[in-house]
């Protein structure tokens, strides 16, 4: 596509259950990136994977979260046993190898009830 | 490790009034700085982008500055219109080995630019 796609674009979910977040990055960036916000507040690093690295996963906030890009395209953000904290704008971003610029998708809004 | 610091966190200002939004970095070895603009409910376009020889870029109302020996931006509005109101993120480029380049997001500027 033309653009980066999150989806859902809206999740509402009970909480304890999981819930599972699409990023598909535009075709050729080799790095991606996950960030929220929570209400109010500004973006919080979540995951960042550059190509076939290892992924710097030193935002995830517990082991409840867990991300993954597979074929260095397509990544989804999972968060087991949601809790009322995790409701927040999840949003994603690619760039190129060159880092010249950051294209975000139009995010995940995430509301755990 | 690299930080990109923003401030304020948040910003009101009255329709029409100028406004400056801060930018400080320890992002190394850098590359560029972009700002992006935030509206409500979508995802952060780029307004700018500064590259290490440039000090002043304006781009309509915003004028970015850049001062790489102090890693400091700044995204100076003029005239604020109602428009304005949005969330301003300043992006940091750096080269992170194997000729690939990591960005380091600030958590952004809440403006709201209110009649």
């Known amino acids: 596509g033309a653009g980066v796609s999150q989806s859902p674009s809206n999740k509402v979910t009970e909480k304890g259950k999981d819930v599972e977040l699409r990023c598909d990055p535009i075709?050729?960036?080799?790095?991606l990136y996950w960030y929220r916000q929570s209400l109010g507040q500004g973006l919080e690093f979540l995951i960042y994977f550059q190509g076939n690295s290892a992924p710097d996963k030193s935002g995830l906030p517990s082991d409840r979260f867990s991300a993954e890009r597979t074929g260095g395209s397509v990544s989804t953000l999972t968060i087991q046993r949601t809790q009322q904290e995790d409701s927040a704008v999840y949003l994603c971003?690619?760039?190129?190898?060159?880092?010249?610029?950051?294209?975000f998708g139009q995010g995940t809004r995430l509301t755990v009830v | 490790k690299n930080q990109v610091e923003q401030s304020p966190q948040s910003l009101i200002i009255l329709e029409g009034k100028n406004c400056t939004l801060q930018?400080?970095?320890?992002?190394?070895?850098?590359?560029?700085l972009r700002w992006y603009k935030q509206d409500t409910g979508r995802g952060p376009v780029s307004l700018t982008i500064m590259t290490f020889s440039e000090n002043t870029k304006s781009n309509g109302r915003y004028t970015a500055t850049l001062d790489a020996d102090t890693k400091q931006s700044s995204l100076h509005i003029t005239a604020s219109q109602l428009s304005d109101s949005a969330s301003y993120i300043c992006?940091?480029?750096?080269?992170?080995?194997?000729?690939?380049?990591?960005?380091?997001f600030g958590k952004g500027t809440k403006l709201s630019v209110i009649p």
């Open positions: 930018c400080n970095y320890t992002v190394s070895p850098f590359s560029n």
């Open positions: 971003a690619s760039s190129p190898r060159t880092g010249a610029e950051a294209f």
């Open positions: 992006v940091v480029s750096a080269a992170s080995g194997a000729g690939s380049y990591q960005l380091t």
């Open positions: 075709s050729g960036h080799t790095a």
